[in-house]
C-alpha cells in the first residue's frame, strides 16, 4: 500500500483532483501502458491509499471508498493528428470558453484564471479546417516546476495535458458541426506514454471527438514536440452530468 494526497492545487472542480493528474498518479503504479476509471470526486489535501490488488490492478481509496481503479491497458489509436506548433498557438484563440465564461476557471489544466508556472493553461481550441470531423489544439510549454527527479516532465503531468482537451472535444457535435456547453466530468482514461518532454521544450496537443452514446462521449489525443515526435497518445470517456455534479456538489 502507498500513500498519495492530491495537493489543492491539482484541482480540476473546485473541491475535487483533476482527473487527468489522478488518472496519471495511479497509473504510475502501473507499467507500460495504462487505464484509469474515476468511480468518485478525488478529495484534495487528503491522505488516500494506493493499494495493489488482483491482476495488476490497484485501486485508490479514501478509507473503504474507491476513488479510482487502474490497470494494465493496450492503446492504440486508430488515427493521430498532428499540427504544428502555430496552428496550435492559433488554435487557442478559438478555445470555445472565454475567461469570463469558463466553467472550471482555476482548474489545474485548463483554468484560464490559473496564473503561468502554476496551472498548465492548455487552453484548446478548433482548428477549423472542417466543422463536421473537428480537432482542437493547443500549445504547451512545461514549467520547470513539473520537473521529475530524472529531469524530465513527471508521467502525471502529461496525463494531465491530455485531460482536458478531449474534454473540449465532446462538447463539439460532428453532426451538426458545432460545439455545446454540456457540464461533463472525465470517467475513464488510458494513455501510453511514449517519451516525456523537458522543461521549456515547445509540445502540441491535438483532441478530436471520436463518438457519442447517451450521457456518454469519447475523445483521443496526442501529444508531439514541436519536432513531430509523438510524445503520448490518450482515450477518454466523458460522462454529461449536471452542473452541481460537475462542481462536486452533486
Not at 482555476?106 to 508556472?117: E, N, T, W
Not at 462521449?217 to 519536432?227: F, G, I, Q, S, V
Request: glycine residues 10%.
Amino acid at each position: 500500500m502507498h500513500q498519495i494526497i492530491i495537493d489543492k492545487r491539482y484541482c480540476g472542480p473546485p473541491n475535487c483532483g483533476n482527473g487527468g493528474y489522478v488518472s496519471g498518479r495511479l497509473a504510475g503504479h502501473i507499467p507500460g501502458e495504462a487505464e484509469v476509471t474515476l468511480r468518485a470526486p478525488t478529495p484534495l489535501d487528503t491522505q488516500l491509499d494506493a493499494i495493489a490488488t488482483d491482476g495488476g490492478t490497484w485501486e485508490l481509496r479514501d478509507g473503504d471508498r474507491v476513488i479510482a481503479t487502474g490497470r494494465p491497458a493496450n492503446v492504440e489509436l486508430a488515427h493521430v493528428e498532428r499540427v504544428s506548433f502555430a496552428e496550435a498557438s492559433a488554435a487557442e484563440t478559438l478555445t470555445p470558453f472565454k475567461s469570463h465564461e469558463h466553467p472550471l476557471p482555476h482548474c489545474f489544466v485548463c483554468g484560464p484564471a490559473r496564473v503561468k508556472g502554476d496551472g498548465l493553461r492548455i487552453l484548446a481550441g478548433p482548428l477549423g479546417r472542417d466543422a463536421h470531423k473537428p480537432v482542437l489544439a493547443a500549445s504547451w510549454i512545461p514549467d520547470q516546476n513539473l520537473t521529475a527527479g530524472d529531469g524530465l516532465v513527471a508521467p502525471e503531468f502529461v496525463w494531465s495535458a491530455l485531460d482536458c482537451p478531449t474534454g473540449f472535444a465532446c462538447n463539439h457535435d460532428p453532426q451538426s458541426g458545432t460545439a455545446d456547453r454540456t457540464p461533463l466530468l472525465l470517467g475513464r482514461m488510458s494513455a501510453r506514454v511514449e517519451a516525456r518532454p523537458r522543461p521549456g521544450e515547445r509540445c502540441i496537443v491535438t483532441a478530436w471527438p471520436t463518438g457519442r452514446d447517451g450521457r456518454k462521449r469519447t475523445a483521443d489525443a496526442a501529444l508531439h514536440n514541436e519536432a513531430g515526435r509523438l510524445l503520448a497518445v490518450a482515450r477518454t470517456i466523458w460522462i454529461a452530468v449536471e452542473r452541481d455534479v460537475q462542481l462536486g456538489r452533486g
